[in-house]
């Protein structure tokens, strides 16, 4: 069986974006609404053909637990607990939110290796976006833009250093 990469993290941060990034396919729904993608969506990645792997893609996590969004957040915690690695997504044009410190909590009780991702990365000063999320303490934090396909080459380094 192939590793199993989780993406985690808010509506919106551009997840989807970075599984069409990773797998090369337009499989994920790719939207401006946040939390379009409602359940899990596998993909694999063979951007390094000798070691390729398994990418998940998961709905946004809302903080409520009730509807919809209590359902997608499951989901997510579901395929951060099959995981082998979880990859944060986080938005560094908007840098630390509420929603993104709820999701930490759950994932330091996972105790999963996780890796912080900071997205959207493309035309902001990047070094301040990363010392915003210095806070949360997770080595190491990766910039990326899923968008322009920067930072994937640093990213997918990292991935296959820890499966
Ligand atoms: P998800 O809800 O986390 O799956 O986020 P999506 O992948 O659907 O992306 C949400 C929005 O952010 C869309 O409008 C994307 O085009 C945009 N987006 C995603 N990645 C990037 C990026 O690297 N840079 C910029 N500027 N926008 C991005
Ligand atoms: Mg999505």
């Given at each position: 069986m192939l590793p199993l990469v989780a993406l985690v993290g808010r509506?919106?941060?551009g997840k989807s974006t970075l599984f069409n990034a990773l797998t090369?396919?337009?499989?994920a729904l790719v939207h401006d609404?946040?939390?379009?993608?409602?359940d899990r969506h596998y993909g694999v990645c063979r951007l390094n053909a000798e070691r390729p792997f398994v990418v998940v893609d998961t709905g946004g996590i809302a903080?409520?637990?009730?509807?919809l969004a209590g359902a997608t957040a499951r989901q997510a915690r579901a395929a951060a607990e099959e995981a082998d690695l979880v990859l944060m997504i986080v938005d560094g044009r908007e840098g630390t939110s509420g929603l993104d410190d709820d999701i930490l909590r759950w994932l330091r009780k996972l105790a999963k290796p996780t890796l912080l991702v900071v997205n959207?990365?493309?035309?902001?000063?990047v070094r301040a976006a990363l010392a915003d999320f210095?806070?949360?303490?997770?080595?190491?934090m990766l910039p990326v833009s899923s968008a322009h396909r920067t930072g994937l080459d640093t990213l997918l380094a990292n991935v296959l250093a820890r499966l």
């Open positions: 509506p919106n941060v090369r396919s337009r499989d609404a946040p939390g379009v993608t409602r903080g409520e637990d009730e509807g959207k990365t493309d035309g902001i000063d210095a806070r949360y303490g997770i080595d190491p």
